[in-house]
C-alpha cells in the first residue's frame, strides 16, 4: 500500500512540474513563447532586400551581418556627418593575414537616390551568399577587401525620408556659408578634382552647389582620408548613383581625359553587356561630358586622380519615368541587373592583377630557367 501511495504522490508531482494540469494560460504562454522566437528568427534572417529600408534598419543590418558572418564582415567608422553621425563602411574579406588589395564602393552621396543603398544592401548580401560555394568568389574574397559605403550622406538620407515634402532632397545637411538661409552641399561636387571648375554653382540654394571650397564637408574629408591612406591597395572605386542607366568613366571635366580611357571605355562596355542580358535593360557608357554634362568635384574623378585605375559611376534605373521615386517593385530587376555589370568590372580588375602577377612570376621563373640551361617542353602557367 505505501509503495502505491508513493507511486501516485510521485505521478501527481511529474505531472504538476511538467506543467500538465495547468490549465490554458500556461499553454498560452508557451505557445506565445515559442512565436516570439519565430518571429525573431523569420524576421532576422529575411531582411527585405527589395524594399527601401530607413537609415535605423540598415545600421541593425550592419551590425547583423557582423554577428551572422563574424570570420569575414565587419564595421569600420571612419568620419562623422556634419550631424555627429558616425560614417560607417562593412569591410569584407577572408582573413590571410597579409596585406590585401581592395575595391571601393559607396552608395547614397545624394540623399534622394534610394535605390543606391538598396543596391550596395543587395550586393553585400550577394557576396556573402556566393563565397562558400563559387570557387571564383572565394577566390576572389581571398586576394582582396570589399569597403562598402551603404550610405555615405547619412544626414541628408535620414531627412529624405522625413515627409513628402523632403523626399527629393540631395544634399547633406550642413548649414550655407554666412549670409545663405539654405543648407546642403552637393557632396558629388565637393572632392578636390577639377573642384569648382565645371558643372557645378556657386550658389548655396542650387542643388549643385560645391561648397566654399574643396573638401570642405566631413563627408567629402571622410572618404578622401579613408581611400587617399592607402590608395596604393585600392584597385577599383564603385559610386553608385540614379538615374539614367549610364556608367560614368573619368573625368567629369571635357579638357581632361584619363590615361586609361581606352580600357575604361572597353571594360564598361563590356560590364553594360553583361547588365543587358540579364533584364534586357540598357546602360550607356561614356565620360560624363560625352553621355550626361560635364561636371567637377566628383568622387569618381577624385578617386582616378589617386592613381586608383578603375573609377566608375553607375547612374541606375531608369530614364526619367520615375526617376529618383523607383517604385520598390523594380528593386530586384535594378539590383540583379547591376550586380552583373558591378561583378564584371570587380572580376577584371581582380584578374588583370592577381593573374598578371602569376603569368608574371612564370615568365621571371622562366627566364632564370634558362639562363642556368634548364630547357624543357613543360609549359609554365
Known amino acids: ?34 512565436y516570439i ?38 564595421v569600420v567608422s571612419y568620419g562623422q556627418t556634419y550631424e555627429k553621425r558616425p560614417i560607417s563602411l562593412l569591410k569584407i574579406g577572408l582573413n590571410t593575414g597579409e596585406k590585401k588589395k581592395a575595391i571601393w564602393m559607396d552608395c547614397g552621396i545624394h540623399a534622394r537616390e534610394w535605390i543606391a543603398p538598396a543596391f550596395c544592401q543587395y550586393f553585400v548580401n550577394q557576396i556573402l551568399q556566393t563565397y562558400k560555394t563559387d570557387p571564383k568568389m572565394e577566390e576572389m574574397m581571398k586576394n582582396m577587401d570589399f569597403y562598402v559605403t551603404p550610405v555615405l550622406n547619412m544626414d541628408g538620407y535620414i531627412y529624405s525620408w522625413q515627409d513628402n515634402s523632403t523626399r527629393l532632397w540631395r544634399k547633406n545637411r550642413s548649414p550655407g556659408p554666412s549670409g545663405c538661409n539654405c543648407s546642403g552641399t552637393d557632396l558629388n561636387r565637393n ?10 554653382s556657386f550658389d548655396c540654394c542650387s542643388n549643385t552647389f560645391c561648397g566654399s571650397k574643396a573638401v570642405s564637408e566631413p563627408e567629402a574629408q571622410a572618404v578622401t582620408d579613408f581611400v587617399g591612406r592607402q590608395k596604393d591597395e585600392f584597385l577599383c572605386f564603385l559610386t553608385i548613383h540614379s538615374y539614367s542607366q549610364l556608367i560614368l568613366l573619368p573625368y567629369g571635366h571635357p579638357n581632361f581625359t584619363a590615361s586609361n580611357y581606352d580600357e575604361l571605355m572597353k571594360v564598361g562596355l563590356a560590364a553594360a553587356e553583361e547588365i543587358r542580358k540579364v533584364h534586357g535593360t540598357s546602360y550607356t557608357v561614356g565620360t560624363s561630358p560625352d553621355v550626361l554634362y560635364p561636371n567637377s568635384g566628383s568622387s569618381r574623378d577624385w578617386a582616378r586622380l589617386q592613381g586608383i585605375p578603375f573609377s566608375y559611376t553607375f547612374e541606375l534605373r531608369d530614364n526619367g519615368t520615375f526617376g529618383f521615386e523607383l517604385p520598390e517593385d523594380q528593386i530586384q530587376p535594378t539590383c540583379e541587373e547591376a550586380y552583373r555589370g558591378a561583378l564584371y568590372i570587380i ?24 639562363a642556368v640551361g634548364v630547357t624543357t617542353s613543360t609549359t609554365l602557367v
Open 1 to 34: 500500500m505505501n509503495q502505491g501511495h508513493s507511486s501516485r504522490g510521485g505521478l501527481a508531482f511529474k505531472k504538476q512540474h511538467m506543467g500538465v494540469g495547468r490549465g490554458p494560460q500556461f499553454l498560452m504562454c508557451v505557445i506565445l513563447s515559442i
Open 37 to 74: 522566437v519565430y518571429l525573431f528568427v523569420f524576421n532576422r534572417v529575411e531582411y527585405d532586400y527589395y524594399k527601401y529600408h530607413p537609415m535605423a534598419e540598415i545600421t541593425n543590418w550592419m551590425a547583423q551581418l557582423t554577428k551572422d558572418h563574424p570570420d569575414i564582415v565587419t
Open 191 to 200: 572632392f578636390n578634382a577639377n573642384w569648382g571648375t565645371v558643372g557645378v
Open 347 to 370: 572580376s577584371y580588375v581582380h584578374d588583370k592583377t592577381f593573374n598578371g602577377a602569376a603569368a608574371a612570376a612564370a615568365a621571371t621563373l622562366w627566364t632564370l630557367l634558362l
